[in-house]
Every structure is written in C-alpha cells, then in structure tokens.
C-alpha cells in the first residue's frame, strides 16, 4: 500500500461513520436475514456451490477470492485467512446466523461494514462482491466460509 492510501484508509476510519453501522450493532443494509431464515435451503449444495465460486476466476472482474484470501489450496495474504472466518464471527457476534448476516453483508460491500480486522478496513482493496455475483452466489459463499475450520 502507499502511502497516501495508507492515509485515506486512515482518515476513513476516523473520519467516516460506516454505512453498515459497527460489528456490534450492523445494519443488514442486504436482507441477508430473510435468506439465511428461508425454509428448505439445501446447505450442502451451497456449500458445495461457494467452494466453486471462491475458486473460479470471475470473469467481469479478472479475480477469484483465492486471489487475496488463505484458503484451502492457495496461501494469498492480501486479505484475512478464510480459515476459520465463521467461527470468528460466530462467536463474536453471538450465534451463526448473525456471523451469515454480517458475512452476507461484508462481501457484499466491504468497505460499509468494520470487522474484526480493522486495520483494513476502508483499504478499498477488496470489490464490491455485489456488483459481480448474484446473491445466491454469496449466500453460497457464506455457507463455505462457515465450514472452514481454525487453523
Ligand atoms: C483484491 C483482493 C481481494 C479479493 C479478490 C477478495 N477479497 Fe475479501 N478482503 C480483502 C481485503 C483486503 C479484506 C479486508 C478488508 C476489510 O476488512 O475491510 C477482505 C475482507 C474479507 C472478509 C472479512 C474477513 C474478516 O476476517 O473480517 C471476507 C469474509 C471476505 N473478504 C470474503 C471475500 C470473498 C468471498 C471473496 C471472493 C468473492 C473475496 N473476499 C475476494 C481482499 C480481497
């Protein structure tokens, strides 16, 4: 990162309320809780789904989340290790379902919702997942996420 956008991301963070709210009192800005809440979701194939997803390259945008996250088969460190990553959340914010929520959310606009992570946060770094994934994609994504264990 340079230095000027090491100050950007700075100046978020003092500056800028967050549009998602905090970790402990987010906005589902997505209506993620009606999807994780639905009747007869078959989880195995999401998540069967989301592993695709997270390893194929997208191609509107050139990139694959394996290009910036540790995961199964790829050791990327630009962005947090997926490993783990549900779990973290799940703790945190009390139950999995909110962990789906915030995670729904997250990927959907990164830089709306300061996570555990916060000296990322406001980097820019990661896209907007909503503009290039339908939210059954990132519903599936979630669902993978939560099935990775701590390292
Ligand atoms: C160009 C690099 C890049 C790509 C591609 C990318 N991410 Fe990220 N991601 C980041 C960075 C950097 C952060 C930290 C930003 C923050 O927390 O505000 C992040 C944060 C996250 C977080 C929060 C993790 C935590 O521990 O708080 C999740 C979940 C996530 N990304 C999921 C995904 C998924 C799913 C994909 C693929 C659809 C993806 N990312 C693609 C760079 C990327």
């Not at 695709?52 to 394996?66: P, S």
């Not at 770094?125 to 599936?140: G, L, Q």
């Amino acid at each position: 990162m340079t230095p000027v956008s090491l100050m950007v991301a700075c100046w978020q963070q003092s500056n800028v309320a967050a549009r998602g709210g905090t970790l402990d009192n987010f906005k589902d800005l997505y209506g993620a809780e009606a999807i994780f809440t639905r009747e007869s979701r078959d989880i195995a194939a999401l998540v069967k789904r989301g592993e695709q997803v997270a390893t194929t390259v997208n191609e509107k945008a050139g990139f694959r989340c394996q290009s910036c996250h540790r995961m199964p088969g790829c050791n990327a460190i630009t962005g947090p290790s997926f490993y783990g990553v549900g779990k973290r959340y799940a703790e945190r914010l009390g139950s999995e379902l909110r962990a789906k929520v915030w995670l729904f959310n997250k990927i959907s606009e990164p830089d709306a919702f300061p996570g555990l992570n916060s000296a990322y946060f406001g980097s820019g770094i990661m896209f907007p997942m909503k503009d290039y994934y339908s939210p059954t994609d990132i519903e599936a994504l979630v669902e993978y996420l939560m099935t990775l264990p701590a390292e």
